[in-house]
């Protein structure tokens, strides 16, 4: 997915959108959020500000996470750095065990 420059919201992030970083950016009237080339490979969220956009992304990164299929198919496409791919995989673990895991980079 090609996002044009202007379109992107630079804001800091927290939590686990700081380690992985995902592009936020306005899409018409909504705010977006993806980590990946596009909605269909990646982690993808859009609200109607970078709020919500981050917590419907938040959410979609969860059911990616305790997918181990969805979960391989992102790491395939977007072929993140080596810390990224062993963040995704220990927190996919720790997220297995409990929710804790998710509550805890709950902070953008």
Known sequence: MNIPEENLIKIPLKGIAKKLNPSVFRNGGSVCVLYGTDPQHGIFGCGNSVEEALDDWDTN?????????????????????????NFLNEYQLRAKNDDTAYRLNKNY
């Open 61 to 85: 990164l969860r059911k990616a996470v305790s997918s181990d299929i969805d979960i391989k198919r992102i790491i395939a496409n977007i072929d993140p750095p080596e810390d990224v791919k």
